[in-house]
């Protein structure tokens, strides 16, 4: 019964292929299938009408493993918040093997706590930079939207001496041609 409930294997075909279920045809589609009105099985717990449908594609590892290309290492430090995460994470790493070191660990454990400190500095400080840059993404979008608003009311407002010159004016012109 589990079997009849779970989607068709995946086909070895990478993403962007003919036979790819992909609609955007990228790579990360494999991984990551949008939930569409055409695709609403793909939603956990969803039945309904579009039962019949075929169920995305289920990627495994050999499909990660094909997506991985020698561009994701050589432009890693293209990413933001990248470059912030890794020095961040070695200089965690240096300072706790050091300390783990100097205090008289053996090799092996000082080596441990600096890569530890390493992973947890590098991933903390992405995680962190990646927060800055959220939040700096929504004030810039509520800045955009108070100048629009802001810019809206200024047009009102020149719309409405605009039209109170021209009345102005038409009130000026008739008093003349009386």
Known sequence: ?????????????????????????????????PATAENVDSLPGAHGKHVGKQQPMNAGYIDAVKSIRLA???????????REGF?????????????????????FTACS???????????????Y?????RMEKAGIQRINAALDEKKVELERKREEAR????????EADRQKGS
């Not at 530890?116 to 995680?127: K, Q, T």
């Not at 930079?129 to 840059?133: G, I, L, P, V």
């Not at 039209?163 to 038409?170: C, I, N, P, T, V």
């Open 1 to 33: 019964m589990a079997a009849e409930t779970r989607g068709p294997k995946a086909s070895g075909q990478p993403s962007g292929s003919p036979d790819s279920p992909s609609p955007a045809g990228r790579i990360y589609d494999t991984f990551n299938y």
């Open 72 to 82: 994701d290492f050589t432009e890693v430090h293209r990413k933001p918040c990248t």
């Open 87 to 107: 020095l961040t994470g070695i200089g965690a790493g240096f300072g706790a093997g050091g300390v783990r070191a100097v205090l008289g660990a053996p090799v």
């Open 113 to 127: 706590w600096a890569v530890g400190a390493f992973v947890f500095g590098s991933f903390a400080m992405h995680e």
């Open 129 to 133: 930079c990646q927060q800055k840059r």
């Open 163 to 170: 039209k109170a010159r021209r009345k102005a004016k038409e």
